[in-house]
């Protein structure tokens, strides 16, 4: 046997056994059971998978789509952090310092708004910060229950609390907290409602996030209605149409149905949907009740056939004749907070942002006094600040909510309304006349201060505030003086909840980005909120300290 014979066996037997072994690796028998794809056609076909499972569901019931699915079959999953991120939050940068004898007064519009806390709590859960634009302070403040006591009455349908301490990111600094609580109505004693539901069925509402919690949500509302409500369900998506026709509130297994039977699909026409709802709410207004439309979506109104302002101009025309305009906002990736907000805003209801099953409870059954029925309509805050004891100031958030000194007065200018047990919690940052700290230079050329009374030396600020009843196109007013001696000597002095109240407009403002909290940290505001935890029945305080440590990680 020649060399050369010899060597070909060799090769032949080293290209047998190799290919032996492939044939038994686990690895290749299951490519070739699934048949070995081609990276490029993976690439142009991944999107498309999901869609094909869809269609195979629908249209093999039974053993059939068992048999559909007996096989293995490769499914590549798109890469979620690779999609477009089309959240739209509108610019707020925070309020500027204003010095008292320049500007001593300050006038802006309540907010009972919570949506920006919950949106962000979304974001940080999925491990990222929001964007600064994304944080509204006031927001964050007023998710939480500051334990202010309800009036006694509904003829004085509010109660002013005030207090003054030092700030923890400057002791050369003093906080006023404002806190406003409205008259709390039992639920039974609720005026009867008329609601329109307005869902957004679009194929953007598809995720677990959105049109599926969304049905959960407005399960447990439903819950709460008897049979003097009446519900309506209108959907939106290429076209607006009626799924349920104006329904008793104690009939919930047919309001359930309705809702069962939605599913996320077309491209979104909310323009003509919000019409619609309107008409519905139109045709079973009650004349002593609550009239409200109550949008769902995640704000992403594309091919609607209505522009935004035209919108605006049809929900202010409703809020005109008693019909106002709650929206609850779903999802994220394409979630459009910026108009949700104004939506909510214009239309005399307020926004919330839905981002699990809880937040539902919170905000559609534990709070749904607040949520359905308003107490009060166009409540301003004016701070008049005494240039004799206070040099420089800041209203920390309320930055969308500010009004023109004159607007106070003005009953034909807009403002926000407050439901039943709302509570509202404004902070100011304070710079005493005294303090060798101020942040900005004193002028050569200013004008001298003039002598403020004896009787009113001692004052600090006067606070302000004006409403309307709810019948009423006459505004009311309340007053209240706040003193130099009501300052605390330090922060330990103060209350529970004014501290926590403090710790979360810092969270929030290191959010933005600090601009005026000095070197003030996430560990410092956790070390705030643990010490100002109080009474925490619900865990929302103990939650807001894990969000805190969850951003500091980051």
Known sequence: MTMNTILMKSILLSSITLSTLLACSPQTKNRSENEIINPK???????????????????????????????????????????????????????????????????????????????????????????????????????????????????????????????????????????????????????DANLVFLLDVSGS?????????????????????????????????????????????????KISMALAKLQAGGSTNGGSGITLAYQLAQQNFKKEGVNRVILAT??????????????????????????????????????????????????????????????????????????????????????????????????????????????????????????????VTALYELTLSNSKNKRIDKLRYQNKIKKITELKHNELAFIKLRYKAQNSNISQLISKVILRSDIKSNLEHASDNFGFSVAVSGFAQLLKGGKYTQRYTYHDVIELAKLNKGSDDFGYRAEFIQLVRTAEAL
């Open 41 to 191: 056609i993976i690439k142009k076909q991944k999107l498309s998978v999901p869609k094909s499972e869809v269609m195979v569901k629908k249209a093999a019931p039974g053993n059939a789509y068992k048999q559909a699915y007996s096989h293995p079959i490769h499914i590549i999953r798109p890469n979620l952090s690779d999609q477009v991120n089309t959240e739209k939050y509108n610019n707020n940068p925070e309020n500027e310092l204003q010095q008292a004898h320049i500007q001593p007064v300050s006038t802006f519009s309540v907010d009972v708004d919570t949506g920006s806390y919950t949106n962000s709590r979304r974001m940080l859960n999925m491990g990222k910060l929001p964007p600064s634009n994304a944080v509204r302070i006031e927001e964050f403040i007023n998710y939480f229950d500051y334990q202010y006591q309800s009036p006694a009455n509904i003829n004085t349908p509010f109660k002013v609390y005030t207090e003054v301490a030092p700030a923890p990111w400057d002791h050369n600094r003093q906080l006023l907290k404002i806190g406003l609580k409205g008259f709390e109505i039992d639920k039974s004693s609720l005026n």
């Open 205 to 253: 509402m598809k995720a677990e996030n959105k049109l599926p919690l969304l049905k959960r949500s407005l399960l447990m509302l439903s819950k709460q209605l008897d049979q003097n409500d009446t519900v309506s369900i209108v959907v939106y998506a290429g076209a607006a149409g009626v799924v349920l026709e104006p329904t008793k509130g104690n009939e919930y297994h």
């Open 298 to 423: 995640d704000g992403d109104f594309n091919v609607g056939t209505k522009s935004v302002d035209e919108l605006k101009e049809l929900i202010i025309k409703n809020k005109e004749s008693g019909i106002t305009l709650t929206t609850l906002g779903f999802g994220h990736g394409n979630y459009n907070d910026a108009l949700m907000e104004q939506l909510a805003d214009i239309g005399n209801g307020h926004h919330a942002y839905i981002d699990n099953i809880n937040e539902a409870r919170k905000v559609l059954v534990d709070e749904i006094s607040a949520t359905m029925q308003i107490i009060a309509k166009d409540v301003k805050i004016q701070v008049e600040f005494n240039p004799d004891q206070i040099s420089e100031y800041r209203l920390i958030g309320y930055q969308n909510r500010l009004l023109k000194q004159e607007d106070f007065n003005n009953d034909k200018v807009d403002a926000g309304e407050m439901g039943a047990g709302h509570t």
